[in-house]
T-cell receptor, first 112, second 116 residues
C-alpha cells in the first residue's frame, strides 16, 4: 500500500464550487505539505503543517484553506474554485530527521 | 532572482549514453540541501538523490550521481547508462538552512527523452 495517498485522483468542477482534496499518510511523519504544480513553474507551496496544532501559509495560500484532522490526515479546500486553480496538486510528508519529502500520487484538478 | 535554475527545458539523449542535467542555485546560507526528483508521465514525484552542503563527497545512488560544485553553486544530476524508463521530467530543489526548515524551493524542471 502507498505511504501517502490522495483522493480524488482526478476532479472536474465548475467555477464557484467548493472542493476538498484529501491526503492521508501511514509514514508516521509529523510534517505535511500541499503543493500545486503548473507547467513550467515547478512546484509551489500552498500550506504546510508541522503538527496537528501548527498550520502555516506557504507561498501561494490565497484562495485555499487547510485542515489537519489528525497526524495522518491533511485536507486542502478551495472555498470557491476559479479556473486558474486548475493544476496538479500534491500532498507531501517529511520527518525532521530525514532530508527528503515523500509525495502522494497527485490530484489533477480542472476548474471549468 | 531565481533561487533554482534549470537551464535545459528539454533534452534528447540516445539510450545507454550518460546524461547530465544542470542545476544552479543561489543562497547565502552555509547550511542547505539539494534534491533531485523524477516525475514520469504518470505524474508521481520520485525522490532520487540528496546532497547536503557540508557533505564532502558527491552523493551517489545507483545510476544517479550528483556533481556538486559548491564554489560554482551547481548541483548537476548525472545519470549513467540511460534507459528508456529514464524519460521523465526532472526537478532540482533546495532547502535552505537545516532540517528544521520546511520549505523546498523548486526549479522549473528539465524534460528528458531517451531515444532507442
Amino acid at each position: 500500500d502507498a505511504d501517502v495517498t490522495q483522493t480524488p485522483r482526478n476532479r472536474i468542477t465548475k467555477t464557484g464550487k467548493r472542493i476538498m482534496l484529501e491526503c492521508s499518510q501511514t509514514k508516521g511523519h509529523d510534517r505535511m505539505y500541499w503543493y500545486r504544480q503548473d507547467p513550467g513553474l515547478g512546484l509551489r507551496l500552498i500550506y504546510y503543517s508541522f503538527d496537528v496544532k501548527d498550520i502555516n501559509k506557504g507561498e501561494i495560500s490565497d484562495g485555499y484553506s487547510v485542515s489537519r484532522q489528525a497526524q495522518a490526515k491533511f485536507s486542502l479546500s478551495l472555498e470557491s474554485a476559479i479556473p486558474n486553480q486548475t493544476a496538479l496538486y500534491f500532498c507531501a510528508t517529511s520527518d525532521v530527521e530525514e532530508a527528503e519529502q515523500f509525495f502522494g500520487p497527485g490530484t489533477r484538478l480542472t476548474v471549468l | 532572482a531565481q533561487k533554482i535554475t534549470q537551464t535545459q527545458p528539454g533534452m534528447f539523449v540516445q539510450e545507454k549514453e550518460a546524461v547530465t542535467l544542470d542545476c544552479t542555485y543561489d543562497t547565502s546560507d552555509q547550511s542547505y540541501g539539494l534534491f533531485w526528483y523524477k516525475q514520469p508521465s504518470s505524474g508521481e514525484m520520485i525522490f532520487l538523490i540528496y546532497q547536503g552542503s557540508y557533505d564532502e563527497q558527491n552523493a551517489t545512488e545507483g545510476r544517479y550521481s550528483l556533481n556538486f560544485q559548491k564554489a560554482r553553486k551547481s548541483a548537476n544530476l548525472v545519470i549513467s547508462a540511460s534507459q528508456l524508463g529514464d524519460s521523465a521530467m526532472y526537478f532540482c530543489a533546495m532547502r535552505e538552512g537545516g532540517n528544521s526548515n520546511y520549505q523546498l524551493i523548486w526549479g522549473a524542471g528539465t524534460k528528458l527523452i531517451i531515444k532507442p
